[in-house]
């Protein structure tokens, strides 16, 4: 069985002028994992992903997708990649059915199979009763449903997802959650950038966190928040700093998010002993997640001497 990884970037660099958009990226996806990419805006996720799609040329490195150079072998790639780019990029005045067929004549899809497919992937996102809809009638949730099955139509083998759930409603993200499991646990590779750290956790079974460029920190969800933020959070309310100072451990963490002052402490007991102790109550005390690891990894947990 080949086992060799579907995307292997070593030391991939972009620079726009004199910008480092990326620098010296590092990063292996092996077949049937969901890989998600996370970083605040401008950390260079969607600038990797043009490099693998090679509509962006790296300015150094290597990097390899199927074993193929996409500075050189884009069109070999592009067939075998299904993209859910930022933007739906629909064809706003065409019906449901006219953007798939498009869709599918640029995925070359055969002519005989396209037409069963699209009934087929639009029945698997419940879209079927908007076969003949113009995309300017449908609603947000309608129009992402629809560009994650339009990436269906060559059944590729690597799903690139970049930020598939922004902006959309609660049940809308859970279907679509519902149904990139689904692919993940049928064998596709998967590689997601969001901004929502509960959706990487969810899908993910690697992450990596970049930030201005480069990689902060790399690891399956639970092994990032053991390594990098373990125990329990407290949340405080504003202005409560100066009375939870005093009794704080010197191993504890104090930071805040937004105006808000929170300590990770090791033990839940800990927090308990901390409201007791200073007189406040938290509004919240919760186990560490991934949205600790990240605010840490990227410079916005503010510790107590900073
Ligand atoms: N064509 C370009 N010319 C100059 N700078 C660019 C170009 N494309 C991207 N950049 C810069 O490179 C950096 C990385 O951008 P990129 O879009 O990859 O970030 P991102 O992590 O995808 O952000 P977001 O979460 O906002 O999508 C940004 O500072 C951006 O302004």
Redesign the pocket.
Known sequence: MNDSPIIQARGVAKR?GD?E?LAALDLEVRKGQCVGLL?P???????FIGCLYGVVARTGGSLEVFGLDPAKQARDIKRRIGVVP?ENALDEGLTVLENMRIYAGFSEVPRKTADPRIAELLSYMMLDAKRDATIKTLSGGMKRRLTFVRALLADPELLILDEPTTGLDPSVRHLLWEKVIELRDKGKTILV?T?YMHEAEVLCDQIVI?DRGKVVGTGAPKELIEREAPGFVGIFPPHTDEAIKPHLDPSWVLFHQGRQCCVRAPRFDDLLELQRASGQTALQMRPANLEDVYLKLTGSELSDDE
């Open positions: 726009f910008f958009a970083g805006n401008g950390a260079g996720k969607s600038t930022q950038t901004h970049l």
